[in-house]
């Protein structure tokens, strides 16, 4: 029995395909997915920082594909850095403490290790910002980035309400926390 060309050419392929490992880490739910439905463009949360070293914000503002980032901090101890923050689980209680805001939001359930790939940020933690969008030096920040995988839409799996942004030192300590907080739009006075 001979084989079409193509069906030889396919398995072939496959063969190929298989015997070959990659170095791709995604999460048990896959990639992520980019969000498409954010209920209102232009929805604002802002997380403000204000401990007795670092200040200042992490706003994050709906796009109609995810959400545009500004980091405005200053405070940072310039022999602590390289800083990573993320999106962690809950937001920070009334004491204050940094370490019961949970995890990083890792909604496809991947994991932090081994570390994000950041020319692939559909397979990151989807909480994992500095992993996606490179780490920051102190004393004083200031960056913008699009996350296309973060949502402000509360059936999305990278919804942000009502969580916290965490900045860590290079040890991983966490040295810094806000709730993220929704800005009330403001009506245009009519007169």
Same mark, same amino acid.
């Given at each position: 029995?001979?084989?079409?060309?193509?069906?030889?050419?396919?398995?072939?392929?496959?063969?190929?395909?298989?015997?070959?490992? %990659?170095? &791709?880490?995604?999460?048990?739910?896959?990639?992520?997915?980019?969000?498409?439905?954010?209920? %209102?463009?232009?929805?604002?949360?802002?997380?403000?920082?204000?401990?007795? /070293? =670092?200040?200042?914000?992490? +706003? /994050?503002?709906?796009?109609?594909?995810?959400?545009? *980032? #500004?980091?405005?901090?200053?405070?940072?101890?310039?022999?602590?850095?390289? *800083?990573?923050?993320? &999106?962690?689980?809950? /937001? =920070?209680? $009334? +004491?204050?403490?940094?370490? $019961?805001?949970?995890?990083?939001?890792? +909604?496809?359930?991947?994991?932090?290790?081994?570390?994000?790939?950041?020319?692939?940020?559909? %397979?990151?933690?989807?909480?994992?910002?500095?992993?996606? *969008?490179? #780490?920051?030096?102190?004393?004083?920040?200031?960056?913008?980035?699009?996350?296309?995988? %973060?949502?402000?839409?509360?059936?999305?799996?990278? *919804?942000?309400?009502?969580? +916290?942004?965490?900045?860590?030192? /290079?040890?991983?300590?966490?040295?810094?926390?806000?709730?993220?907080?929704?800005? $009330?739009? =403001?009506?245009?006075?009519?007169?």
């Amino acid at each position: 029995m001979q084989l079409p060309l193509s069906l030889i050419a396919l398995l072939g392929a496959a063969t190929l395909g298989a015997g070959q490992e %990659t170095n &791709v880490t995604t999460g048990a739910l896959g990639d992520a997915r980019q969000v498409r439905n954010n209920p %209102t463009i232009g929805e604002t949360w802002i997380a403000t920082f204000d401990s007795d /070293a =670092v200040k200042g914000t992490m +706003s /994050a503002v709906a796009q109609p594909i995810g959400i545009n *980032y #500004t980091i405005d901090v200053t405070g940072l101890a310039v022999d602590k850095g390289p *800083y990573k923050y993320h &999106v962690h689980l809950r /937001a =920070v209680p $009334e +004491s204050g403490n940094c370490t $019961e805001t949970g995890g990083h939001l890792d +909604s496809y359930v991947r994991g932090d290790t081994p570390p994000c790939d950041k020319s692939m940020p559909q %397979t990151c933690e989807v909480g994992d910002l500095s992993g996606k *969008y490179g #780490t920051v030096e102190g004393p004083d920040v200031k960056k913008e980035f699009h996350d296309l995988y %973060t949502a402000m839409n509360i059936i999305q799996l990278g *919804y942000i309400g009502n969580r +916290s942004i965490v900045f860590h030192d /290079a040890s991983g300590a966490r040295i810094a926390c806000a709730s993220l907080k929704q800005v $009330e739009k =403001v009506e245009a006075c009519q007169g």
